[in-house]
């Protein structure tokens, strides 16, 4: 009788234990696809976040591109959005050296595409310095118009261009080369003026608004 009470003991124990190996193998599965789903939830949130955050990124530049894009079009008075309705056009002997001598002494920059023949030599070349702004052509491009050192005119021109700075713009032209003709100086008409003449010949007077006009500082005729 032991042995047979013995043997449904152990039996009764056995089965308990794989039952409870089961139940802990279900709890085991159950926990592991909850996991996953929750998972694949959180994936499928991030995804529609980066989705939206794609579409708004896109709205929103295609709304700050718009303007530009309307303004081009539909300006009034012909010019481009990012160019002055009065530009210079300037012939000069060397445009590349030009480029590179606005840029030290003025401070001018590049501004849309520069122009180079099959030599890379510069043919074309606009350049801006705030809100003014310039482009030139080397002499014998298309026309007889040559740069005022090479023709041999009298100045009849200076191109008058106001900056921020005047006295730190004349240092750093001085220091690039350029032909002081004035150094800063106060005039009676309310602005501080610096003249300098660049390689080709051209009158450059920079200028700062400083005060008003004083009629008693006017020559008198």
């Known amino acids: 009788m032991a042995t047979r009470k013995s043997a449904r003991r152990a039996r009764r124990r056995t089965v308990r234990t794989v039952k409870s ?15 996953g789903k929750v998972a694949r939830r959180k994936s499928a949130v991030r995804r529609k ?11 929103v530049a295609a709304r700050r591109a718009a303007p530009r894009r309307t303004a081009q079009i539909r300006r009034k008075d012909g010019r481009p959005a990012d160019w002055p309705g009065l530009t210079p056009y300037m012939t000069v002997r060397d445009a590349g050296a030009s480029l ?22 510069v043919m074309h070349a606009g350049m801006r310095l705030g809100d003014s702004a310039i482009m030139f052509a080397p002499q014998g491009m298309s026309s007889d118009m040559r740069p005022p050192a090479a023709s041999g005119a009298p100045d009849s021109l200076s191109l008058y261009v106001y900056v921020a ?4 713009l004349a240092a750093r ?7 002081v003709l004035q150094r800063p100086a106060d005039q009676f008409w309310g602005d501080r003026i ?13 200028a700062t608004n400083v005060g008003a006009f004083d009629a008693e500082k006017a020559p008198q005729s």
């Open 21 to 35: 190996a089961a139940r802990k193998v279900r709890r085991t599965v159950r926990r592991a696809v909850r996991k």
């Open 49 to 59: 976040v980066a989705r939206r955050k794609t579409a708004v990124r896109r709205k």
């Open 100 to 121: 590179k001598f606005y840029e030290s002494a003025f401070g001018f920059k590049v501004t849309g595409t520069v122009m180079r023949n099959d030599a890379g030599a």
């Open 165 to 168: 700075d005047v006295d730190s």
């Open 173 to 179: 032209a001085e220091r690039a080369g350029a032909m």
């Open 194 to 206: 610096a003249v300098f003449k660049d390689p080709d010949g051209y009158h450059w007077t920079f």
